[in-house]
């Protein structure tokens, strides 16, 4: 017989490996789901998750989509620990590349040290002025922020198109909907000749190392944590709501804003309509999968990042469409979430007595 | 300048049209909210029941098999999500966001075959009666049933939760479900119950737009409706007729929008696009200010897990 009891404490243990459970049984319903579409799924399974980083170049490739993933789960992070709801991470990332291919512009055919961070700067403000309205709204207007960041990012998006294919377009460029190149001085460095992998990645690393310093050496990580876990509690205490809800809003906004300066001034070098294939609510995933522990979420972003590239790869070589990726990525939720009953409740096995 | 009286019944008829998906899967997740239980999934449960109804319609040409397809789809698919929070109790924001996610995906996937493939024509009620009556006779007449349904289901919907003893059961498992528990009310069946008849009124809404609205699959054809029909939930205050004259604003602002281009307002395309969009922002901020309304209107438990003993 089974009997489902509730742990008196939600095990650790558990919590650091939920995750790991959560992957290995995507990747069974993975080969499931390719079985059913009448694939071999082991082969499907190799060419999802094995072929694309067997090689420099895939490795390479791999980094350069874990990157903006970490970068914004980070920020997702400093949100979601203290039950802030910020799903509209794509539309800060679209802002941020905006403002900052915006300045970019500026500085066209110039060149000199100090552009660059000039426009990575920008992509900062830019995310964190975007992630300012549903953080306000929330603290003074009372708005739900869910709805509020997510229709913000259909209108990013839509200004972004406006602005490549009206005043922004390249002029010699026979109306494709795109900009200029940015001149050299204002694009990210590439780290290996051949490569596509760029200096983005050490502003991921900067990211995760100071959200692990305020997360757990800070008085503000300490406040973060008890409003997430009562904020009742939190206003018992004093903290003060409003100043936090706007902070970790402007965070998560500058991380995203980041992220999308390293889509437009990595390999790209310029602004473009699609500028990123969904990293800002892909990023939910990677911050839950992650455990909003920084460290969790270098890992959370590696496996998948490996998604997309899965996606692309099979679809090249196998034919199955790339919307894969996606499906996966819900399923990683689903089971994430759905294991996460372990944490609470013990399943025991007992022999039936009469 | 002579107006067209028929012209302004016709606007007014095409504003109809395109708020019956909003309507529909606002009425449908209002049932879910007033259970006490936020399902994010909208976006996902509709386009799962757009793509089925399409992909049912082409493979058995059956429009009957089609329509309730999308809903059986609809309900399939929430039915992960009601597993999830109510048997296993996981948090409803991050549940319905990968319903969402987990729904595209999957629709993307199904609907690859089905691109580019002409929908059918579906059927149309009273045709014949549109001219007989100046203004009203092409708003009321030569609409699907689908249309029909919608337009009744605001009532119906306030009917139920007001008149009749499961529609008070409901209300009151939202409410307090721990008092209806104590009353011997299954807090987990009721939820279960309404989380399935949002995912049919969503799958319903899909099949809507891809078999009635514009007749064909594209990918992510329902391009946010979803979420607009969750906004239009907090701006009813939960109250089923207040979605009628909201989703009415917003078909009107997507109708607009076609009509000042045709006339070549010179308004960049993407300005009039995103005008849905940003006046949802506005009515919420609008509604949600009162914070006191809020309060009182929101069924208590909204988003909160119910976990019987233990």
């Known amino acids: 017989m089974i009997k489902i009891v509730k742990r008196d404490q939600p095990s650790r243990a558990i919590f650091f490996f939920t995750p790991v459970l959560a992957i290995f049984l995507t990747l069974v319903a993975g080969g499931l789901i390719f079985f059913i579409l009448g694939f071999k799924p082991f082969e499907a399974l190799k060419f999802f998750f094995i072929v694309p980083i067997a090689d420099k170049y895939g490795f390479s490739e791999l980094l350069l989509k874990a990157t903006p993933l970490c970068l914004i789960a980070i920020g997702l992070s400093f949100c979601f620990k203290s039950n802030n709801w910020n799903i509209g991470a794509e539309g800060q990332l679209t802002f941020g590349a905006i403002v900052s291919g915006g300045v970019a512009l500026l500085f066209y055919e110039q060149e000199g040290f100090y552009i660059l961070p000039i426009v990575i700067l920008a992509g900062a403000i830019g995310g964190m002025l975007y992630a300012s309205i549903p953080a306000i709204l929330k603290t003074y207007f009372n708005t739900n922020e869910i709805l509020v960041s997510l229709m913000l990012v259909y209108v990013s998006k839509l200004i972004l198109d406006y602005l490549v294919v009206g005043p922004w377009s390249n002029p010699e460029g026979f109306n494709f909907p795109e900009t200029r190149q940015f001149s050299d001085s204002a694009k990210l460095p590439l780290l290996f000749e051949g490569l596509r992998i760029h200096a983005g990645i050490f502003l991921a690393l900067a990211a995760v190392v100071i959200s692990w310093f305020v997360f757990y050496k800070t008085y503000l990580g300490f406040q973060m944590k008890v409003s997430g876990f009562s904020l009742k509690t939190a206003k018992y205490a004093g903290y003060k709501g409003k100043k936090m809800i706007i902070l970790v809003f402007l965070i998560s906004g500058a991380c995203a804003g980041l992220a999308g300066v390293g889509e437009i001034t990595g390999p790209i070098g310029q602004l473009h309509r699609e500028i990123s294939p969904d990293y800002g609510f892909t990023a939910i995933i990677v911050a839950f999968l992650g455990r909003l522990h920084p460290v969790g979420i270098i890992f959370a972003s590696l496996v998948v990042a490996i998604t997309y590239l899965g996606a692309e790869t099979a679809q090249i070589f196998m034919q199955i469409p790339k919307y894969t990726g996606q499906v996966f990525q819900g399923m990683i939720l689903f089971f994430l979430l759905a294991s996460d009953y372990l944490l609470f409740f013990k399943i025991k096995f007992i022999g039936s007595k009469k | ?310």
């Open chain 2, 1 to 310: 300048m002579i107006i067209d009286i028929n012209f302004i019944g016709l606007i007014i008829a095409s504003i109809m049209a395109s708020a019956v998906p909003l309507i529909l899967a606002s009425c449908g997740e209002l049932i879910t909210e007033r259970s006490g239980v936020l399902n994010l999934g909208v976006e996902g449960m509709m386009i799962i029941g757009a793509i089925s109804g399409f992909a049912l319609m082409t493979v058995t040409g059956s429009l009957i098999i089609a329509i309730f397809g999308a809903m059986l789809a609809g309900v399939l698919i929430s039915t992960i999500f009601a597993f999830l929070t109510q048997t296993l109790i996981t948090n409803h924001v991050a549940t319905g966001l990968a319903l969402t996610i987990f729904g595209i995906g999957i629709s993307a996937m199904i609907g690859k075959n089905f691109v580019g493939i002409p929908g059918k024509e579906f059927p149309v009620f009273f045709e014949g009666l549109k001219d007989t009556i100046p203004l009203l006779g092409p708003i009321l007449f030569g609409h699907s049933i689908v249309f029909y349904f919608a337009f009744a289901l605001p009532f119906i919907t306030s009917y139920f939760l007001k008149k009749t003893k499961i529609g008070l059961i409901v209300r009151a498992v939202g409410d307090s479900p721990e008092s209806a528990s104590n009353q011997g009310i299954n807090v987990r069946l009721v939820r279960y119950a309404c989380i399935l008849y949002g995912g049919a009124m969503s799958g319903l809404a899909g099949a809507y737009l891809s078999m009635i609205y514009t007749p064909q699959w594209i990918e992510n054809m329902t391009g946010g409706r979803g979420w607009i029909a969750l906004a239009l939930v907090v701006f009813s205050t939960w109250n089923p007729i207040k979605i009628l004259i909201g989703a009415m604003i917003f078909g009107g602002l997507t109708i607009i929008q076609f009509h000042m281009q045709a006339i070549g307002v010179r308004i960049p395309v993407q300005f009039l696009t995103a005008l849905p969009y940003i006046v949802t922002i506005i009515v919420l901020v609008v509604i949600s200010r009162d914070s006191r309304k809020i309060r009182l209107s929101t069924p208590s438990s909204l988003g909160k897990s119910f976990h019987k003993d233990n």
